[in-house]
C-alpha cells in the first residue's frame, strides 16, 4: 500500500498509511466507565506537517524501544481528535520502526571539549547586570578594567550583553553562558535597547521579557575554572521545527 503525505490525512479516513518521524512519546494509564489500561500518544511528523498517533494496550508493543528521531510507518483510521486528527490502528492497522534515528545527545553525557547541538529547554536565567566592556573596533572583551584591545590600543570601551542560566533536556542540567548576539535573543532586547530598560528601570524589567523554552544550542562545553564545573558556550540558538527536522530525516533515509 502506498503511503500519503501527513498533510493528506483527513478524519473518516479507514485506512490512511504514513510515514513520518516521532516527536514527542506520551505512555500513561487511564481508567473510566470502559475499564482501565495504557494509552501510548505520538506525534508523527513529514515535510508536510505532524500528526497524532494514539495506541491502546497490546498495540503499544509494536512501538517498543521506539524513541524520538526513528521513523515510523504507520497504517490506521483518522478520527477528529481534540487538536486535529488522530490516526488509531483497528483491525486492520499496524505500526513499525522502520529506521532508527541518530542517537540524541544528552546533557547527562556532555564532557568538557564536546561541541555538541542539543536540544534543550533554557529553564533559568541569572538576574546580573549583563554588560561588559569590548573593543568597539573588533568586540573583543577588555578585561581588568583597563580599555585597552590588543589590536587596536587604547580605545574609548564599547559594551556587549552576557548572560547566563540553565539548560536541561530531562537527563541532566547545565549552566550555559549567551554572548552578544544569543543574550540579546534570548533577552529579547539589543545591547543599546538593555542599557536604557536596565537605566529606566532596572535589571529585573529586562529579564521579564526573556525568552524561557525549547531550542537548539549550538556550542562548545567549557571548564569554568573559578566554580570548578563545567558550563555549555552558546554559540548559536536555533529555533526547535520539527518539520525542516523530519524533512532532514527524511531525505536521509530515502537516499
Ligand atoms: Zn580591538
Same mark, same amino acid.
Given at each position: 500500500m502506498q503511503t500519503i503525505k501527513i498533510c493528506n490525512v483527513i478524519p473518516g479516513m479507514m485506512n490512511a498509511e504514513i510515514i513520518g518521524i516521532i516527536g514527542k512519546i506520551i505512555t500513561k494509564e487511564y481508567s473510566g466507565k470502559k475499564g482501565s489500561g495504557k494509552l501510548c500518544s505520538l506525534m508523527l511528523t513529514d515535510e508536510t506537517g505532524s500528526v497524532r498517533v494514539v495506541l491502546w494496550n497490546d498495540e503499544i508493543s509494536r512501538v517498543e524501544g521506539a524513541k524520538e528521531g526513528d521513523a515510523l510507518r504507520v497504517r490506521g483510521f483518522v478520527k477528529q *481528535?481534540?487538536? %486535529?486528527?488522530?490516526?488509531?490502528? %483497528?483491525?486492520?492497522?499496524?505500526?513499525?520502526?522502520?529506521?532508527?534515528?541518530?542517537?540524541?545527545?544528552?546533557?547527562?553525557?556532555?564532557?568538557? *571539549?564536546? @561541541?555538541?547541538?542539543?536540544? +534543550?529547554?533554557?529553564?533559568? =536565567?541569572?538576574?546580573s547586570s549583563p554588560f561588559y566592556d569590548i573593543c568597539p573596533k573588533c568586540g573583543v572583551s577588555l578585561k581588568g578594567g583597563e580599555y585597552k584591545c590588543v589590536a587596536h590600543g587604547e580605545v574609548q570601551?564599547?559594551?556587549? =550583553?552576557?548572560v547566563?542560566?540553565?539548560?536541561?533536556? %530531562?537527563?541532566?542540567?547545565?549552566?550555559?553562558?549567551?554572548?552578544?548576539? $544569543? +543574550?540579546?535573543? /534570548?533577552?529579547?532586547a539589543d545591547a543599546e535597547k538593555a542599557k536604557d530598560i536596565v537605566l529606566r528601570k532596572g535589571v529585573t524589567e529586562l529579564f521579564k521579557n526573556a525568552q524561557l523554552r525549547e531550542y537548539i544550542f549550538s556550542g562548545r562545553v567549557r571548564k $569554568?575554572?573559578?566554580?570548578?564545573? /563545567?558550563?555549555?558556550?552558546?554559540?548559536?540558538?536555533?529555533?526547535?521545527?520539527p518539520v525542516k527536522?523530519? @524533512?532532514?530525516?527524511?531525505?536521509r533515509f530515502s537516499s
Open positions: *481528535g481534540m487538536f %486535529g486528527p488522530e490516526i488509531m490502528l %483497528g483491525k486492520e492497522g499496524f505500526a513499525e520502526v522502520t529506521e532508527r534515528g541518530p542517537d540524541k545527545i544528552r546533557i547527562a553525557d556532555l564532557r568538557e *571539549g564536546h @561541541k555538541p547541538d542539543v536540544r +534543550a529547554a533554557l529553564v533559568w =536565567l541569572f538576574e570601551p564599547g559594551y556587549a =550583553l552576557r547566563s542560566g540553565v539548560i536541561d533536556d %530531562g537527563t541532566g542540567s547545565m549552566r550555559c553562558v549567551f554572548f552578544k548576539e $544569543n +543574550a540579546e535573543r /534570548i533577552l529579547g $569554568n575554572a573559578i566554580f570548578d564545573r /563545567i558550563e555549555f558556550v552558546v554559540d548559536k540558538i536555533n529555533e526547535v521545527d527536522e523530519a @524533512k532532514q530525516m527524511l531525505s
